[in-house]
């Protein structure tokens, strides 16, 4: 991933993903949180408006994002209390235009299911290995955009390759999977005051 600039912990940026083709897809706001050995990390509150053509939605817990500084994926770490705790997008390399991070999503998504937790514990940031469920989410999109908008085959070969990768990962609970996001949760929620 390319960076233009020096950003500083809270700094207002922007999300704008497109699909193959430059038909627009998701766009929201959200904030800068900081940059460890994974990456640079992303915030949204919860009540973040997010929208795309014939989609909006309002989002119901925090969650921050990992760009990776090498990968074709983002991975969205969410809060307790929503029916994921990690989506990972696979899409091209995320790259900086200013504040706007901009990538083209490919179709396929690693999704972890929120892990079933007592009514007690689901308000609080748990650190578990009791994950829910681990698959990959639109295959059957990805079968048909590689006809439909002309993927080229190192494209398809790279998306297959990162959703394959990343859900062994998640499985195995390496890292970024094994609960380091918990402390930008923290952070984002501290932020928020």
Known sequence: ?????????????????????????????????????????????????????????????????????????????????????????????????????RSVDLDLDVIRMAPQAPDELSAHFVLTTDWGEVFIDDEDEFLEHQVTYGYPADVIAAARASADEVKVAVESGAAPYDGSHLRWLDRLAHAQG
């Open 1 to 101: 991933m390319s960076s233009l600039g020096e950003r500083s912990p809270g700094d207002p940026i922007r999300i704008e993903l497109t699909k193959w083709g430059e038909r627009p897809h998701w766009r929201f706001d959200g904030v800068w949180l900081g940059r460890d050995e994974q990456g640079e990390w992303l915030g949204f509150p919860h009540g973040t408006y997010h929208s795309r053509p014939g989609a909006e939605l309002i989002s119901d817990a925090d969650c921050v994002t990992l760009i990776p500084d090498d990968g074709h994926w983002l991975a969205t770490f969410h809060a307790p209390g929503i029916w994921c705790d990690l989506y990972v997008d696979v899409c091209a390399p995320a790259t900086w235009d200013a504040d706007v991070l």
